[in-house]
């Protein structure tokens, strides 16, 4: 039976495993944050109304967010301290390092629906976002998902700098920069829902969770 919320390709999963594995044997830390990132936007996707084939959209965008960063230099990447000025423009190229990746799948309209959700998942409400400095509803919806649980586990993760921060101080930055960096309505969603998130989904390997598809 044809999925009625839209066409995901059979060799989507296995194509983006693929992309995710080459990212794994370069940079480890964020091939498992790609990870945790693809199921938390599915996740809110889901707490904040859409159906199940844009909750697989959320996820596909999320797993990708980052493969651009296969690119950067891991003295840039993983650098411990500030990064340069120039070594920030490096940095900030990798989301579109990452649609430049994605594109040549986007001959099917799965993919290609994911390409600008890809681009813009470092924009801001504000307009001081990038690449595009897009403002408030001009940024797609689920790009506005992902920098909400982008943020949220990159302030988790444990870095070469720092260890990873408590959920009640992310909370309380997200809170203050929601209207300005980050859509309020998504992050009101966010902090209502994500303490009942298991986690369980997001511990298991690329890919079994990838492999799930929409009944």
């Given at each position: 039976m044809k999925n009625p919320?839209?066409?995901?390709?059979?060799?989507?999963?296995?194509?983006?495993?693929?992309?995710?594995?080459?990212?794994?044997?370069?940079?480890?830390?964020?091939?498992?944050?790609?990870?945790?990132?693809?199921?938390?936007?599915r996740k809110l996707a889901r707490d904040i109304g859409l159906n199940e084939y844009e909750q697989k959209i959320a996820q596909f965008s999320g797993l990708l967010h980052d493969i651009g960063k296969i690119g950067i230099d891991k003295s840039i990447l993983l650098k411990p301290g500030r990064l340069e000025?120039?070594?920030?423009?490096?940095?900030?190229?990798?989301?579109?390092?990452?649609?430049?990746?994605?594109?040549?799948?986007?001959?099917?309209?799965?993919?290609?629906?994911?390409?600008?959700?890809?681009?813009?998942?470092h924009e801001r409400m504000d307009g001081e976002g990038y690449p595009d400095k897009k403002i408030g509803d001009?940024?797609?919806?689920?790009?506005?998902?992902?920098?909400a649980v982008d943020t949220y586990d990159a302030m988790a993760e444990n870095r070469a700098y720092r260890r990873g921060l408590p959920d009640d101080v992310i909370f309380a930055e997200l809170r203050r920069c929601s209207g300005t960096q980050f859509d309020q309505q998504i992050i009101k969603v966010f902090l209502e829902c994500q303490p009942h998130w298991s986690k369980e989904d997001v511990e298991q390997d690329a890919h079994e969770l990838i492999i799930k598809k929409i009944a």
């Amino acid at each position: 039976m044809k999925n009625p919320w839209g066409n995901i390709p059979a060799w989507a999963y296995e194509s983006v495993q693929s992309l995710l594995s080459a990212l794994k044997a370069v940079e480890p830390s964020t091939y498992e944050h790609c990870l945790r990132v693809g199921e938390y936007s599915r996740k809110l996707a889901r707490d904040i109304g859409l159906n199940e084939y844009e909750q697989k959209i959320a996820q596909f965008s999320g797993l990708l967010h980052d493969i651009g960063k296969i690119g950067i230099d891991k003295s840039i990447l993983l650098k411990p301290g500030r990064l340069e000025p120039m070594e920030l423009d490096i940095m900030k190229n990798h989301s579109i390092m990452s649609e430049n990746i994605v594109k040549p799948l986007s001959t099917h309209p799965f993919f290609n629906q994911l390409l600008p959700l890809i681009r813009a998942h470092h924009e801001r409400m504000d307009g001081e976002g990038y690449p595009d400095k897009k403002i408030g509803d001009d940024i797609p919806l689920i790009s506005r998902v992902i920098l909400a649980v982008d943020t949220y586990d990159a302030m988790a993760e444990n870095r070469a700098y720092r260890r990873g921060l408590p959920d009640d101080v992310i909370f309380a930055e997200l809170r203050r920069c929601s209207g300005t960096q980050f859509d309020q309505q998504i992050i009101k969603v966010f902090l209502e829902c994500q303490p009942h998130w298991s986690k369980e989904d997001v511990e298991q390997d690329a890919h079994e969770l990838i492999i799930k598809k929409i009944a």
